[in-house]
């Protein structure tokens, strides 16, 4: 037998009241769903009534109005849902009442209650998420591609690890494995050549997992995923079979990692967020960005430097998430390369994935730390003949291919420079906070895995 759906209606007064009856009596005469409450969020145009008594009898079942007919009632629509064990929303309000905007907002809300929100020609369900994790847990996810997540959880698993928690990670990517692939970074040596035989083989020996095992020198486990929904949902992942072998292997915590603005759909105990200053403010304080970053415990705000963000855009993104989520941890920070080899001394090619505008303060970083001259450089990791052209035009004056273990990092990049004779040595990069009056960010990462643990034994 086939269960019935709680529902929960939006109406508003700008309707004529028969025809919002009309409306709600098709889904009480519809077997899968059931009524239970009406959210008045608005309008008075078609209102011949301005006393709620009144509009419940007229309606036949409780109309529930927010104490400020001027506002939408968000908190009132989340009470609502948690009162009567709601499954759906549905909206049967319009323009002028809500607009786009303010339908996200909705939206955003209701889908932080794992209920699905719905329209006469949308509908947003929750994030899936398969409880299979057997271990203390935390999921890595972002609100965008390039803004930095991979380094973070890098950096964040080798925190992790040197205070002995034993993790390992769970990484989907765009190029992962047909079925989850283990690579023991605690135990083998990752060198350009073993990266090369990988690729060779038809490994996309550059995906997340492998970049996770080079820099923090865990074991990890590569997943796959296609597509990504507006609220973070993949419609294809093997990551519920990577969670369960995750179950199995040597390690006490796993850290799941998104893949761009996709989220794990694995049920864990906390979250760390990545938002990039770089992205526009309108995807952030609007759309589904609020709903990715009121999931964060720690919110780690990355790119926070000209040119990509000024002080000024920083400051009010900070001020979005302490007003959204105000007992979220937030952390500003920029990233900085630290080549994993010795590259003193050297003539170097620089690839990155990080956006032509930082180049040089990336190059002067580089020289004055490591104590090499920084040839040339290419942004161009991500597209392979803009990234052989840059090649064929520095190869021949350099000693050192420097490169961030990204997209075209193996089988073009590393390919290419070792064939030349060059050296190959990869590039992490480590975020830092841009003052020391944020928290720590090492203690903030731990006391979100002490929290991740706490709960777990809960």
Same mark, same amino acid.
């Given at each position: 037998m086939k269960n019935v759906e709680k529902m929960v209606c939006l109406v508003d007064g700008e309707h004529y009241l028969p025809v919002t009856k009309a409306a709600i009596d098709i889904f009480n005469n519809v077997v899968d769903y059931d009524v239970v409450a009406i959210v008045f969020i608005g309008g008075t145009e078609k209102l011949r009534t301005d006393d709620p008594d009144s509009y419940s009898e007229m309606m036949g079942m409780p109309v529930h109005f927010s104490s400020d007919p001027h506002e939408i009632p968000y908190d009132l629509i989340v009470e609502m849902i948690k009162e009567y064990d709601a499954d759906i929303v549905f909206d049967l309000s319009d323009e002028p009442i809500l607009d786009y905007t303010k339908r996200f907002k909705i939206a955003s809300k209701v889908l932080s209650c794992?209920? +699905?929100?719905?329209?006469?020609?949308?509908?947003?369900?929750?994030? +899936?998420?398969?409880? %299979? %994790?057997?271990?203390?847990? $935390?999921?890595?996810?972002?609100?965008?591609?390039? =803004?930095?997540?991979?380094?973070?959880?890098?950096?964040? /698993?080798? =925190?992790? #690890?040197? #205070? #002995?928690?034993?993790p390992c990670v769970v990484a989907m990517g765009r190029g992962g494995p047909e079925k989850p692939e283990i690579v023991h970074g605690d135990e083998i040596?990752? +060198?350009p050549e073993f990266l090369m035989e990988q690729s060779n083989k038809g490994v996309h020996a550059a995906s997340d997992h492998w970049e996770d095992a080079l820099m923090s020198r865990v074991l990890t486990i590569g997943c796959r995923r296609c597509g990504g929904g507006m609220a973070g949902d993949v419609f294809l992942t093997n990551m519920e079979d990577g969670a369960k072998m995750a179950n199995e292997v040597d390690a006490d915590f796993i850290i799941f990692e998104g893949s761009g603005a996709a989220i794990p759909p694995i049920k864990t105990n906390k979250h760390i967020v990545l938002l990039g200053a770089n992205q526009p403010l309108i995807n952030l304080e609007n759309f589904f960005g609020p709903y990715r970053a009121q999931l964060g415990d720690l919110v780690i705000i990355t790119m926070c430097e000209e *040119?990509?963000?000024?002080?000024?855009?920083?400051?009010?993104?900070?001020?979005?998430?302490?007003?959204?989520? *105000?007992?979220? /941890?937030? =952390?500003?920070?920029?990233?900085?390369?630290?080549?994993?080899? &010795?590259?003193?001394?050297? @003539?170097? $090619?620089?690839?990155? /994935?990080?956006? &032509?505008?930082?180049?040089? %303060? $990336?190059? @002067?970083h580089l020289e004055e730390e490591y104590g090499c001259k920084v040839v040339g450089t290419t942004p161009h990791l991500s597209n392979r003949p803009l990234l052989q052209k840059d090649i064929e035009k520095y190869i021949d004056k350099v000693d050192v291919m420097l490169t961030e273990l990204k997209a075209a990092a193996v089988d073009v990049a590393t390919k290419d420079s070792l064939e030349a004779g060059l050296e190959v040595v990869y590039c992490d990069n480590i975020p830092i906070a841009i003052s020391d009056d944020y928290p720590d960010l090492t203690e903030s990462i731990i006391n979100v895995v002490d929290s991740a643990i706490k709960d777990f034994n809960s």
């Amino acid at each position: 037998m086939k269960n019935v759906e709680k529902m929960v209606c939006l109406v508003d007064g700008e309707h004529y009241l028969p025809v919002t009856k009309a409306a709600i009596d098709i889904f009480n005469n519809v077997v899968d769903y059931d009524v239970v409450a009406i959210v008045f969020i608005g309008g008075t145009e078609k209102l011949r009534t301005d006393d709620p008594d009144s509009y419940s009898e007229m309606m036949g079942m409780p109309v529930h109005f927010s104490s400020d007919p001027h506002e939408i009632p968000y908190d009132l629509i989340v009470e609502m849902i948690k009162e009567y064990d709601a499954d759906i929303v549905f909206d049967l309000s319009d323009e002028p009442i809500l607009d786009y905007t303010k339908r996200f907002k909705i939206a955003s809300k209701v889908l932080s209650c794992g209920v +699905t929100y719905k329209g006469p020609d949308f509908q947003f369900d929750p994030l +899936t998420e398969y409880n %299979v %994790v057997e271990k203390p847990s $935390l999921k890595i996810l972002g609100t965008g591609k390039r =803004i930095g997540k991979t380094a973070v959880s890098a950096f964040a /698993t080798r =925190i992790i #690890h040197k #205070h #002995h928690y034993n993790p390992c990670v769970v990484a989907m990517g765009r190029g992962g494995p047909e079925k989850p692939e283990i690579v023991h970074g605690d135990e083998i040596e990752i +060198t350009p050549e073993f990266l090369m035989e990988q690729s060779n083989k038809g490994v996309h020996a550059a995906s997340d997992h492998w970049e996770d095992a080079l820099m923090s020198r865990v074991l990890t486990i590569g997943c796959r995923r296609c597509g990504g929904g507006m609220a973070g949902d993949v419609f294809l992942t093997n990551m519920e079979d990577g969670a369960k072998m995750a179950n199995e292997v040597d390690a006490d915590f796993i850290i799941f990692e998104g893949s761009g603005a996709a989220i794990p759909p694995i049920k864990t105990n906390k979250h760390i967020v990545l938002l990039g200053a770089n992205q526009p403010l309108i995807n952030l304080e609007n759309f589904f960005g609020p709903y990715r970053a009121q999931l964060g415990d720690l919110v780690i705000i990355t790119m926070c430097e000209e *040119p990509m963000a000024s002080k000024e855009k920083v400051k009010e993104i900070e001020e979005f998430i302490a007003n959204l989520n *105000p007992e979220a /941890t937030v =952390i500003s920070t920029v990233f900085r390369p630290k080549p994993l080899g &010795d590259i003193s001394g050297k @003539n170097v $090619l620089f690839a990155t /994935t990080a956006p &032509d505008e930082i180049k040089e %303060v $990336l190059v @002067n970083h580089l020289e004055e730390e490591y104590g090499c001259k920084v040839v040339g450089t290419t942004p161009h990791l991500s597209n392979r003949p803009l990234l052989q052209k840059d090649i064929e035009k520095y190869i021949d004056k350099v000693d050192v291919m420097l490169t961030e273990l990204k997209a075209a990092a193996v089988d073009v990049a590393t390919k290419d420079s070792l064939e030349a004779g060059l050296e190959v040595v990869y590039c992490d990069n480590i975020p830092i906070a841009i003052s020391d009056d944020y928290p720590d960010l090492t203690e903030s990462i731990i006391n979100v895995v002490d929290s991740a643990i706490k709960d777990f034994n809960s």
